[in-house]
């Protein structure tokens, strides 16, 4: 991609002519966004760079043991894997807003983050993934007067309190050309195509109280699901697909028993940047092997439901 070997090179000569000899630090969410930052940053100033991956524990399946190995093995960056999923876990209880959700986790990433940055020490620039599109989202939303739908979390307030500077290398791109740059730069297919993510992860996707058996839960019915979008060779037609878990029992019968478990709710979209979106036409067979495949393969779920709602005026996401 010619534009996109051009942008190469000229970030890179813009990161280094902005950054000098100074240290840099880049959180990691476990996205697209943040890798390929990392990535171009890495390759303007090497390890001038540090990557700091604060791992959560609401990723989806097999996602944080891919992040530290594409760092570590493939670009043989340096990262810091800081596992604090028993702290977000811990905090999530009880907690079923999913405001307060967010709140709560953008906050606690960002004392993570910066307890971390601290101990790197005498970094003077925040790397952040920015897209356009959040660009424009944080500002207002739908055109209306600045409302704000929902808070995504990012590292907002950090630089201030830390007396850090910005470096936000794909602020003008949009999310197929951050992908279109993340091939130029060698990430794996797998990486570069893989859906958007938020950054609460599956906390809000779990409405209702977030524990870790309902995060297990989720990932083994979410991993189902996406296995057999990946076969039927639908994954990359789709902007985003993800199950989520629902804090409702239902009544099922199962061999000779009667269960009582949770309903998933199955979501499939198309979008071009997220802002709007519509649902994905499944046909009927592919829904009906993805529930049997989870009732049967997933203990705690009975259930399964699919999501029909395009945005507007519903959202991507259901909290
Ligand atoms: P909604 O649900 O608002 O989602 O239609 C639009 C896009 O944003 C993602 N999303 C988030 N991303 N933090 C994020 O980093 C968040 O809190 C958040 N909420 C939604 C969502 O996955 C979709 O791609």
Redesign the pocket.
């Known amino acids: 991609d010619w534009s996109m070997a051009e942008f190469r090179r000229t970030k890179i000569a813009e990161i280094r002519e902005q950054v000098g000899d100074s240290r840099v630090i880049c959180g990691l969410s476990g996205g697209v966004d943040s890798a390929v930052a990392a990535v171009l940053i890495h390759e303007a100033i090497g390890d001038q760079l540090t990557c700091v991956f604060v791992d959560h524990g609401l990723m989806r399946m097999g996602e944080a043991e891919q992040v530290v190995s594409l760092f570590r093995n493939h670009y043989n960056i340096p990262l810091v894997h800081k596992d604090v999923s028993a702290l977000f876990l811990g905090g999530l209880a009880g907690v079923t807003d999913p405001e307060a959700k ?1 709140k709560f986790i953008g906050k606690t990433f960002i004392d993570v983050f910066e307890a971390e940055a601290r101990q790197v020490g005498g970094a003077d620039f925040l790397a952040q993934g920015t897209l356009y599109p959040d660009v424009i989202e944080s500002v207002s939303f739908t055109g209306g007067p600045s409302v704000t ?5 990012n590292v907002g307030g950090l630089p201030e309190r830390m007396n850090m500077k910005l470096v936000e290398p794909l602020r003008e791109l949009f999310k197929d050309e951050v992908r279109a740059l993340g091939r130029e730069l060698g990430l794996p297919e797998i990486f570069v195509g893989r859906h ?5 992860g599956l906390a ?1 996707r779990i409405p209702g109280e977030v524990t870790k058996e309902r995060c297990d839960i989720l990932r083994k019915a979410d991993a189902i699901y996406l296995e057999e979008i990946r076969n039927a060779g639908l994954y990359d037609a789709i902007w ?1 697909a993800f199950a989520v878990l629902l804090p409702v029992k239902t009544v099922g019968v199962m061999g000779d028993g009667r269960t009582y478990d949770s309903v998933c709710a199955l979501r499939a979209v198309t979008s071009t940047d ?1 802002m709007t ?1 519509d649902i994905y036409p499944f046909d009927a067979g592919f829904l009906s092997r993805v529930a049997t495949r989870i009732v049967n393969e997933v203990k705690g779920i009975n259930r399964v439901v699919y999501d029909y709602t395009s ?1 507007p005026p519903g ?3 259901w909290e």
């Open positions: 967010r739908i929902k808070s995504h979390h958007p993510f938020p950054g609460p809000i985003q997220g979106a945005k959202t991507i996401e």
